[in-house]
């Protein structure tokens, strides 16, 4: 397996954990994914721009001048397209499926069948645990990318996908309430229940006597 440039490496772990404590996402999935999209030695036009992700904002592959500009444009787009993608930790398929079917029928570019991707994303974050820690970055950077996204002060417009909803705040609001209407409902659901024992008491207590 060839190995990566020790830069363009170390620039890729920075990126991945920058990325993986913004969105809640393991920085191995990142990395396996950045391996996926440029090879195991990040040899990929993209990688060589710091461009780990392959985004093609406009629909032609973006250049980045540091890993952490990448980041936020990766962040900004996976909140923005992906939202499904957000929390889910070291799940590969997960993280996969919320590429493939994104808000308003976005799809990750990938190049790749789906199935070989979800593999290729496998077995490459399976080999992160010999990352060199010392490539990640400190905690400042990681909360301060991590808060912007938060705060909703990532610009979209020009670091997304073509097309996508430009306004990471409302793509995030708009995750935060789905969310929160489902609860919404699982709690009616035990309001009504409680509501029709208290309705049939005796009944209830019949039933736990035997005397149905």
Do not use: C, R
């Not at 440029?38 to 721009?49: F, K, P």
């Not at 936020?72 to 996969?96: C, E, H, K, L, R």
């Amino acid at each position: 397996m060839a190995s990566p440039n020790s830069t363009v490496y170390n620039n890729a772990v920075s990126a991945a954990n920058i990325i993986g404590q913004a969105l809640n996402i393991d920085p191995s999935v990142i990395y396996g994914q950045f391996v996926a999209e440029n090879g195991a030695g990040l040899t990929g036009t993209g990688a060589q721009q710091n461009n780990f992700g392959n985004l093609m904002p406009n629909g032609n592959l973006a250049s980045y001048n540091t890993p952490q500009d990448f980041a936020q444009a990766y962040i900004s787009t996976i909140a923005n397209n992906f939202p499904g993608a957000i929390n889910s930790g070291s799940n590969v398929s997960q993280f996969v499926n919320a590429l493939q079917y994104g808000k308003n029928g976005y799809q990750y570019q990938t190049g790749t069948p789906w199935g070989a991707y979800d593999n290729n994303i496998a077995q490459a974050s399976a080999a992160y645990s010999g990352i060199d820690q010392n490539a990640m970055p400190d905690n400042s950077t990681a909360s301060q990318v991590a808060n912007s996204v938060n705060n909703g002060d990532i610009a979209g417009a020009n670091t997304v996908d073509a097309g996508s909803p430009a306004n990471i705040g409302n793509a995030i609001t708009d995750f935060v309430k789905a969310e929160a209407k489902n609860g919404a409902f699982i709690l009616l659901g035990v309001i009504l229940v409680i509501f029709a024992l208290l309705s049939h008491k005796q009944t209830v207590i019949n039933l736990v006597k035997g005397k149905a």
